[in-house]
């Protein structure tokens, strides 16, 4: 004796329905794997990218040579005004070169 909404076990509907659920989860699994890898070489391609687009060394570089030639040539007010001007921004790249070097941590350790 059955009840009504309920299925006796070896029932073909039940048996499809069951069929169809696990390749349904099996296809959201590889979907998910996929995904994962997928991320995973988006992430190292990203990595790569900005460690060779990275550029504020040289940047700070050349404002430190700016700054030494405004020190030797100019005098006065205006070169009190570059040269305060070209220190603050050498202390932003340093501040950006340690900043981006962190960021650049976080992909190399998988935090």
């Known amino acids: ?27 959201k699994e590889k979907l998910r794997k996929q995904i994962e890898a997928d991320l995973e ?3 190292q391609l990203f990595a790569a990218y900005l460690k060779h687009s990275y550029a504020i060394r040289s940047l700070s570089q050349n404002h430190q040579k700016l700054s030494n030639n ?20 050498i202390m932003k790249a340093y501040l950006l070169t340690a ?7 976080q992909f190399s350790t998988g935090e």
């Not at 007010?77 to 603050?88: E, M, P, V």
């Not at 900043?99 to 941590?105: D, G, M």
């Open 70 to 89: 405004v020190t030797n040539q100019f005098d006065g007010k205006a070169k009190t005004a570059l040269t305060n001007r070209f220190d603050d921004n």
């Open 99 to 105: 900043n981006f070097e962190n960021f650049l941590k």
């Open 41 to 43: 070489l988006n992430k």
């Open 1 to 27: 004796m059955t009840y009504k909404g309920y299925s006796l076990v070896g029932d073909l509907d039940t048996n499809d329905f069951w069929k169809e659920y696990m390749e349904r989860m099996a296809q």
